[in-house]
C-alpha cells in the first residue's frame, strides 16, 4: 500500500516498542526532537512534545461554551490527554473515559 502526500517523520529515532494488534501495527519511538512518539499502521498519532495541541483544541472550545459542564463522557480517548484536559476545568464534578478497545 502506497502512500501519498507530504509527511514527517524524524530521523534521530529508536524504536521502543513494536506489536501488532488486532486492530493496528503499534510502534513506539524515542526522538531527541519529539520525546516519545508513537505510531499507527506507520502513522505518527501523538509525540510528548505536540499532543496538548489536539486535546486542548477538542476539550476547551466545548466545556468553555458550556453553561455549566459539570459531568463528562470521554469516548476514547486513550492516552488520557482529553482527560487531563477535562480535569483542568474545577467546574467539573465527574469525568469518565470509556474506551471502545477495552470491550
Not at 21 to 30: D, K, L, N
Not at 68 to 83: E, S
Amino acid at each position: 500500500m502506497g502512500r501519498s502526500g507530504l509527511g514527517h517523520f524524524p530521523q534521530d529515532r529508536e524504536k521502543v516498542h513494536d506489536e501488532q494488534s488486532t486492530y493496528q501495527r503499534i510502534e513506539i519511538f524515542e526522538t531527541e526532537t519529539f520525546g516519545t512518539l508513537m505510531t499507527l499502521d506507520g502513522l505518527v498519532m501523538v509525540t510528548d512534545r505536540d499532543n496538548f495541541v489536539y486535546h486542548e483544541m477538542m476539550t476547551h472550545p466545548a466545556l468553555f461554551s458550556h453553561p455549566n459542564p459539570k459531568r463528562v463522557l470521554i469516548i476514547g480517548g486513550a492516552d488520557c490527554g482529553t482527560l487531563r484536559e477535562v480535569l483542568r476545568h474545577p467546574e467539573v464534578e465527574l469525568a469518565e473515559q470509556w474506551n471502545w478497545m477495552n470491550v
